[in-house]
């Protein structure tokens, strides 16, 4: 008899990014803790050229089978609807799967495919910036309804439950990124697995869209803070690009493309810059001084939630423009970063976000977690 399970997860926990490598590995951790038996659920194929087959041997899927996720093999999404034989209930999220700027957004994001008799609940997903002119009437009218079928509705920015209550007409409810879900020391497990290891102190950068401005800046932070040795942090996608910006003996690229080699470099560096949302959120995770650099691009306005949430505003902003004299000048940054307010911040919406989350599943699915 083919296995049952209790979630079928859909996100993008296949992508080369470590960012959302560990954002699933969050979730599905979380979920087997509460006793749940997840099936993560891989990108379907035929909507746009966005979606691509993807090789087997891809840094996500090596991830996966080295922390023993159950996947599904890609399917059309013609065939989706085979996988409510399989599930007993279907959560997406967390990331940007409902923002129509990206171009692998598409219906099974929303979970069209679900019967209706089948549980839906989204868990910390997000619409990307609070700009709500990228919602085009057609976007609206094909999610509307599928929307208005989840039993519960969770997304991860403050100003999203405004966009899904007057765009969508659906009440939603905030919580913390998965990741904020597991503690440091679950990471730091993870991180004990690397094969490749960076000796000595360093300032670590993790920069998702290098570029000569960054480049500059992160050298005169460096500078600033008397650190000798920049080690650099690259997607998996993004290698290539960074190694052409930072050059010279001074930069060392993290070889090897794990969620263990990154947690590694994150957990033993001495300061951090990072142009990444979940690169700042690893910062707080580790409790490593850090600035980051807003990405404009990926939609700062979630940096900016994120630094409320952390309870430090605008200090730990750096520019791209920013050279020595600004760096200098710039009295935010030092070695030294107080975490006492995100730590009180952090841990309360975590607590609150978990009991959201067990609640739900359990008045939902209609078992209890073990």
Not at 60 to 74: C, E, I, M, W
Not at 165 to 173: E, H, I, L, Q
Not at 280 to 288: E, G, L, P, Q, R
Request: glycine fraction near 6%.
């Amino acid at each position: 008899m083919e296995k049952l399970f209790d979630i079928g997860v859909l996100g993008w926990w296949y992508g080369e990014n470590y960012g959302s490598m560990l954002t699933y590995y969050a979730l599905n951790k979380v979920l087997t803790k509460m006793g749940y038996s997840v099936l993560m659920i891989h990108e379907s194929l035929g909507y746009n050229g966005w979606r691509v087959n993807w090789n087997d041997n891809i840094s996500p899927l090596k991830f996966a089978r080295r922390v023993g996720y159950d996947y599904t093999k890609q399917v059309h999404f013609s065939d989706l609807r085979e996988f409510n034989k399989k599930c007993c209930s279907f959560l997406v999220g967390s990331d940007q799967l409902w923002n129509p700027l990206i171009g692998r957004v598409n219906n099974d994001l929303f979970l069209d495919f679900v019967d209706d008799d089948k549980v839906r609940i989204a868990y910390g997903t997000s619409f990307g910036n609070r700009n709500i002119d990228k919602f085009k009437p057609d976007f609206i009218n094909r999610h509307k309804k599928n929307l208005n079928k989840f039993a519960a509705i969770s997304v991860r920015e403050n100003y999203a439950l405004d966009i899904a209550k007057d765009v969508f007409g659906v009440n939603a409810t905030q919580v913390v990124d998965p990741v904020f879900l597991l503690s440091k020391e679950d990471y730091s497990k993870l991180a004990e697995k690397a094969t490749y290891k960076v000796e000595g102190k360093y300032l670590l950068a993790f920069i998702l869209d290098p570029n000569e401005g960054k480049r500059q800046a992160i050298s005169a932070v460096a500078n600033k803070l008397g650190h000798d040795k920049i080690v650099i942090l690259a997607n998996p996608e993004h290698r290539e690009s960074a190694e052409k910006v930072f050059k010279g003996a001074r930069y060392k690229i993290v070889e090897g493309n794990k969620p263990e080699n990154w947690l590694y470099a994150y957990k033993n560096a001495e300061y951090i810059i990072t142009d990444s949302f979940h690169g700042c959120c690893f910062a707080y995770i580790f409790k490593k001084p850090f600035s980051s650099f807003f990405n404009q691009v990926r939609g700062a306005d979630r940096f900016v939630n994120l630094m409320n949430l952390f309870g430090l505003g605008d200090s730990r902003r750096i520019y791209e423009s920013d050279r020595e004299g600004e760096i200098l000048d710039n009295v935010n940054v030092i070695q030294e970063l107080d975490f006492s307010s995100a730590i009180q911040n952090v841990e309360k919406h975590a607590m609150i976000s978990l009991e959201w989350l067990g609640n739900i599943l359990k008045k939902e699915i209609g078992i209890s977690a073990k």
